[in-house]
């Protein structure tokens, strides 16, 4: 079993590393709220974006943090934001409008590759989201993996990232995933972790899976080892576990449950603790296991779609579309299938007093 940081190879598993073996228990933390990343959806209205619900959803979730005094960040421009459908315009226009309304927050602009032709990786094709991101203030990119990238050997892997790195001006998040999100995705190895997590441009990483449980042995890896890092948990199946181990969340499922998002990690974080508190976290994970359950092909990527259904019944959005380029489409009866998942968390909001969660 592997302790030592410099036995690590690339090609070692984490199931060779005691972080693999870690217990949730042993990082448990009641004194850190580490912040609030969610990944703002960019909605639609006869197929152009919605402004108007754009910033009032976003002001809504401002309020949600300043209630319970919770550290938010917003993530703009990734998969929640349609990163994938955007053109460059596009893509700056949803920043140029984001800043425009809300001049404070910091956020955190996804990248991928752009324009991505051929058999090579080239670490150029980062620079057009990078360039466009980096134009504004109080901003940090996260470095989304894209299917050449993600391809590479571990050691190539890694020399692709810091190539990436030399146009970033900025602190940087890296970001893993697993194929519930698209097919080809693979998590970053222990070694590979390692490697990014001492570049002097991260400051942290998400990781992205409903699986396995990475963001523990990421969480694990980094306390023993004393890492300048911070684990961003991108797990919306385990979004209790991040608020127990005091560790950040950049989730999509941040946007439909904000409310009792940040109401939990105030009550995580109070003396005496209130043991309702996990109450509250069965009932927004019961809200999120239906917004990201599934379809018959293994993929979680219609999310975006229940999120829609869940802010309209909200009354923060007038409509439900999704990019008119976006495949990833519930079946017609969403409205209603979002409504009753709706109905355990509204109850605990309700004998809680968390009043920003409501039906309109």
């Known amino acids: 079993m592997i302790t030592d940081p410099n036995e690590l190879s690339p090609d070692t598993p984490w199931s060779n590393t005691v972080w693999a073996h870690t217990p949730e228990e042993s990082l448990v933390d009641h004194s850190n709220n580490a912040r609030l990343c969610v990944a703002t959806l960019l909605p639609f209205k006869n197929q152009q974006p919605d402004w108007e619900g754009f910033e009032k959803s976003i002001a809504w979730m401002q309020s949600c943090a300043d209630t319970y005094g919770v550290e938010i960040a917003y993530v703009l421009n990734a998969d929640t934001g349609y990163i994938f459908n955007l053109n460059e315009d596009l893509y700056a226009e949803v920043i140029r409008r984001f800043r425009s309304a809300f001049p404070d927050p910091t956020i955190i602009c996804g990248t991928t590759a752009v324009g991505a032709t051929g058999d090579t990786f080239q670490a150029d094709w ?10 504004f203030d109080n901003v940090e990119v996260m470095l989304m993996t894209s299917k050449l990238l993600n391809e590479l050997p571990t ?9 990436i790195l030399e146009n970033v001006s900025v602190p940087a998040i890296v970001h893993a995933l697993e194929p519930s999100f698209v097919p080809w995705a693979t998590p970053f190895s222990p070694w590979l972790l390692r490697e990014l997590a001492n570049h002097d441009k991260v400051v942290g990483g998400k990781i992205s899976t409903l699986d396995e449980p990475h963001f523990l042995y990421w969480s694990a890896m980094v306390k023993d080892l004393g890492l300048d890092f911070s684990p961003h948990s991108g797990d919306d199946y385990g979004i209790a576990s991040a608020i127990k181990l005091g560790r950040a969340l950049l989730i999509g499922a941040g946007v439909s ?3 009792l998002i940040c109401a939990a990690k105030k009550m995580w974080t109070t003396e005496p603790l209130d043991t309702r508190v996990y109450k509250l976290f069965e009932a927004f994970q019961s809200l999120e296991d239906a917004v990201f359950r599934l379809d018959s092909k293994g993929s979680a990527a219609a999310y975006k779609h229940s999120t829609a259904h869940v802010l ?8 439900t579309e999704v990019h008119p380029e976006c495949p990833d489409i519930r079946p017609d009866d969403e409205s209603d299938r979002m409504k009753e998942a709706m109905l355990r968390p509204l109850r ?10 409501k039906l309109a």
Do not use: T
Not at 126 to 135: E, G, K, V, W
């Open 257 to 259: 449950a904000c409310p």
């Open 126 to 135: 980062y620079r057009p989201h990078l360039d466009i991101a980096q134009s």
């Open 155 to 163: 050691e190539a892997r890694r020399d692709a990232y810091f190539n």
């Open 312 to 319: 309209k019944h909200l009354g923060l959005i007038d409509s």
């Open 348 to 357: 605990v909001a309700e004998r809680l007093g968390i009043d920003l969660f």
